[in-house]
């Protein structure tokens, strides 16, 4: 898989009409009347990164969840004995390994996984069927980019991500190829904020509980919690301690889905798998933290704008789920010194339900310290999916068409172009950037 290039903007500037879901605002009547189709995602074939960033294709990598280890710690920082408290997430930072984000990947694990799938195929029918797939496959890329352009219109911060839209986009045989683009500048801004040692730690606390929540083999799910020898050292993990944390280490699932016009083939990390009860099937797990809230009881006022900001952030949990067929996302909620005081499972597909009821979480109450039913939910599926299916259609539009002109010229000029540089005028890469118009105050 070859890097894509990188051409000028300059001679593109075609803007879009967007139409804006302003669902939080009481004018703001939503141009979504339902949402897009949403084809349930199939997977096609999965992937692993190792230690040292190596990709297999297998499944090496891929994690079992057994669930957080029991809350039964006595709290350090607290002198007055507490309530029990679950696994320290400052556990390992010291050994934190962090994947090297200066070495651009692009598209080329998820491209390459697709081809050995295909050259792997048992028959010729299947083999065949496979490229047929990917040909009529409308946008390749990693889920990660499809829930930002699908969060982008949000005004919320909980709701959006903070770093700037803005993505490489190329048109192949008619499928449009997406990645993220980021300058050197964002780069290092993104870095600076990442070594920040409290915003480091942040971002460990997410790992870690991954790490304590999951296990190697299905076996190992079915063993009791038990502090873990060493190999080095008399001193035992913790007990649910999955192993030290390195984020080159990834499982990542392909899958091909439809939204709205939109066929997508994209591929994305998952945390882990559990054995359904029910179907005997292995499910899809995805792991997150947040941060613990103020209990209705002790301050109603505190807890219900706590309550709307987790809710606000579901919008993404939701959809960086729901995009890849993640049926179960399990939270797990910390205090502010990075103990696990308790962890909710939610059914992907549950969650807009939810939201709309306003009973996300267990006791949701209104300022008089009532159950809380809110009249317009903070978010609704079709305002996200709608707007990323608008997107989609018309970055892919506007590409294909820009593509065919640089073609049309290339034609006209081929006896002067070296075999390179005609390939880059035909495959040129554009560079694609959204911006909110509710930024601008
Ligand atoms: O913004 C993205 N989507 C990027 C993805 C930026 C740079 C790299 N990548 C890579 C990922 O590392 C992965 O190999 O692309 C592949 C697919 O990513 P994705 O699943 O589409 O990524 P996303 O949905 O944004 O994130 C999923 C998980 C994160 O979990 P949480 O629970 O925090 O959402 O991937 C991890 C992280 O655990 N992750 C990363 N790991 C290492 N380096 C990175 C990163 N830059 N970004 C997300
Ligand atoms: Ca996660």
Wanted: proline share 6%.
């Amino acid at each position: 898989a070859s890097a894509p290039m990188v051409s000028s903007m300059s001679d593109l500037s075609v803007l879009a009409t967007l139409q804006h879901p302003r669902i939080s605002t009481a004018s703001g009547v939503s141009p979504f009347a339902a949402p897009p189709l949403f084809q349930q995602p199939a997977p096609l074939c999965s992937f692993s990164f190792d230690e040292a960033r190596k990709q297999w294709q297998d499944d090496r990598s891929k994690k079992f969840y057994r669930g957080p280890p029991p809350y039964n710690n006595r709290h350090p920082h607290q002198n007055r004995a507490p309530a029990a408290f679950g696994a320290d997430l400052n556990y390992g930072l010291e050994r934190y390994i962090r994947r090297d984000e200066d070495l651009p990947e692009h598209l080329d694990a998820l491209v390459a996984a697709l081809q050995h799938r295909t050259e792997s195929a048992g028959s010729e029918a299947e083999r065949a069927e496979l490229e047929q797939e990917r040909r009529k496959a409308d946008v390749v890329t990693w889920r990660g980019i499809v829930t930002k352009i699908c969060t982008a219109y949000e005004q919320s911060p909980e709701a959006r991500f903070s770093d700037p839209l803005e993505l490489n986009a190329m048109v192949l045989d008619g499928t449009l190829y997406l990645e993220e683009y980021t300058s050197a500048s964002a780069m290092a801004e993104k870095q600076r904020k990442e070594d920040d040692p409290k915003m480091l730690r942040m971002g460990y606390y997410g790992y870690s509980f991954e790490s304590y929540c999951t296990v190697d083999t299905e076996e190992q799910t079915r063993e009791p919690f038990r502090p873990i020898p060493h190999k080095n050292s008399p001193v035992h993990h913790p007990a649910g301690w999955g192993g030290d944390v390195n984020t080159n280490v990834q499982w990542c699932q392909v899958v091909k889905t439809k939204l709205g016009n939109n066929r997508l083939v994209i591929g994305g990390e998952v945390d882990a798998v559990q054995r359904s009860a029910s179907t005997g099937r292995e499910e899809l797990v995805e792991l997150k933290t947040s941060m613990q809230m103020t209990s209705a009881h002790r301050n109603p006022a505190k807890a219900a704008v706590e309550q709307e900001r987790f809710e606000k952030k579901l919008l993404k949990f939701f959809l960086q789920s729901y995009l890849l067929g993640i049926g179960k996302i399990v939270v797990g909620f910390r205090d502010y010194h990075g103990f696990l005081t308790t962890h909710q499972e939610f059914e992907t597909l549950r969650i807009p339900r939810m939201v709309r009821a306003g009973q996300p979480i267990a006791g949701r109450y209104d300022q008089a310290g009532k159950p809380m039913i809110r009249e317009q939910s903070v978010w609704e599926p079709k305002d996200a999916l709608g707007f990323g299916d608008q997107i989609l259609s018309f970055v892919r539009e506007t590409i294909a068409a820009h593509s065919d002109a640089a073609e049309e010229k290339q034609t006209a000029a081929k006896e002067d172009l070296t075999s390179e540089e005609a390939e880059k005028v035909s495959h040129p890469v554009f560079r694609i950037s959204y911006k909110s118009p509710f930024d601008q105050v």
